[in-house]
């Protein structure tokens, strides 16, 4: 871990049990007065205030002094309130009424991009029968190469919302510019960012000022510490609800089109509060490796999964070779929810 040389330094305040809102008015109003930004953290137990601003002037205050303040710790990490430090609760992210964390499993499927009403609905109709509870699809697509199909836009988020109404389910979709965040936003229950747009740190401002929860892939060749603070600069903005993806990463190995890297999960659940689901499909880039992908992201700890379902993968016009069949997913959420029992997770 680096430490921060800037002049910046964060201090973690812990109230006491019994702390009541007029200490805590009491630090915030303080912080504010020294130009400190304050950002309150109310668990079960205790309220927790993260206080961000110039080192010479935060740390000069005798902050145990303050009536209701258990303790005053420095955060020496470079991410601050995304860390296990800042909050020990595991987030739980409220997606109108479904939860995604704190062993609340996440089961997230569908097409990889929206191709047809006929294709999304078959997708979507397979996908919650089985058990999913949010549905993937895309209408902004990135592609590596320019002349690759690259979406259908706004027509796919019309598409996906009325999928939403036809099957009672929320939709996650990618917003791949910051000037499309309004516009996907006004359609999505989820936000994605992907792993080329990890460190797009105008966009993550973006999404950290708007409403919706935001699924952050991790980057192509992120390390987990730079993951991290990716989601650190959404958080910051003021949106605190956030879930990282794994999604492979770029190794010299090219028997699979990217490498899950499985610890990931338990060093994120170390690291930081914030749910974790596992990519199976972009991980691997192969049908036959969905399944053992994801049974090992289950037991490893990971708060969901996301996985690419077509109804005819033969004629995808994106990833068909990494998309499962409808069926397969059907056996697939049987192991799923096998494995959840055992790892004490509600599905
Ligand atoms: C996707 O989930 O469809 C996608 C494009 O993934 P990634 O950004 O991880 O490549
Ligand atoms: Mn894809």
Same mark, same amino acid.
């Given at each position: ?8 330094? *964060? ?40 206080? $961000? ?8 205050? /005798? ?10 710790? /420095? ?30 499993? !996440? /089961? ?9 009403? @006929? ?5 979507? @109709? ?5 058990? !999913? ?26 598409? %996906? ?12 979709? =990618? ?6 965040? =309004?516009?996907? *936003? ?12 990890? +460190?797009?740190? #105008? ?19 992120? #390390? ?35 490498? $899950?890297?499985?610890? +990931? ?27 053992? %992908? ?5 037991? +490893?700890?990971?708060?969901?999964? &996301? ?8 004629? +995808?016009?994106?990833?068909? !070779?990494? !998309? ?8 697939? &959420? ?8 055992? &790892?004490?997770?509600? %599905?």
């Amino acid at each position: 871990m680096t430490t921060n040389t800037q002049g910046d330094e *964060s201090l973690i305040i812990v109230m006491q049990k019994d702390a009541d809102a007029a200490d805590v008015d009491h630090v915030v109003e303080r912080l504010h007065d020294i130009g400190a930004e304050a950002h309150i953290s109310v668990g079960r137990f205790r309220t927790v205030i993260g206080a $961000l601003g110039d080192r010479q002037v935060i740390q000069q205050l /005798p902050w145990e002094a303050f009536p209701g303040v258990e303790r005053a710790v /420095p955060v020496l990490k470079p991410f601050k309130f995304v860390s296990r430090d800042f909050q020990q609760e595991d987030t739980v992210v409220d997606v109108g009424g479904t939860l995604i964390g704190g062993r609340r499993f !996440a /089961p997230i499927a569908g097409p990889c991009a929206v191709e047809s009403r @006929e294709q999304l609905f078959a997708s979507a @109709e397979a996908v919650v029968k089985a058990g !999913a509870r949010v549905l993937r699809g895309d209408a902004f697509k990135p592609r590596t190469s320019p002349y690759s199909f690259q979406g259908l836009e706004e027509k796919g988020l019309e598409l %996906l919302a009325e999928a939403r109404e036809e099957f009672g389910i929320p939709f996650v979709a =990618e917003a791949v510019d910051p000037r499309d965040v =309004e516009l996907v *936003s006004g359609y999505a229950d989820i936000i994605r960012v992907g792993t080329r747009n990890m +460190a797009n740190f #105008t966009l993550l401002s973006e999404l950290g000022k708007q409403s919706r929860p935001v699924l952050l892939k991790r980057g192509l060749t992120a #390390t987990i510490e730079e993951w991290l603070n990716a989601a650190e600069y959404i958080y910051k903005e003021g949106n605190h609800d956030i879930i990282l993806c794994e999604r492979g990463i770029r190794t010299f190995e090219t028997a699979t089109r990217n490498t $899950l890297d499985i610890s +990931a999960v338990p060093v994120i659940k170390g690291l930081s509060h914030l749910p974790i689901i596992v990519d199976p499909s972009h991980s691997g880039g192969r049908r036959d490796l969905v399944a053992p %992908l994801t049974r090992i992201a289950v037991a +490893a700890g990971a708060d969901g999964f &996301m996985i690419d379902v077509h109804p005819a993968p033969e004629t +995808a016009l994106v990833d068909g !070779a990494q !998309a499962i069949l409808p069926a397969e997913f059907a056996t697939l &959420m049987d192991d799923v929810r096998a494995l959840c029992s055992v &790892m004490g997770f509600e %599905l």
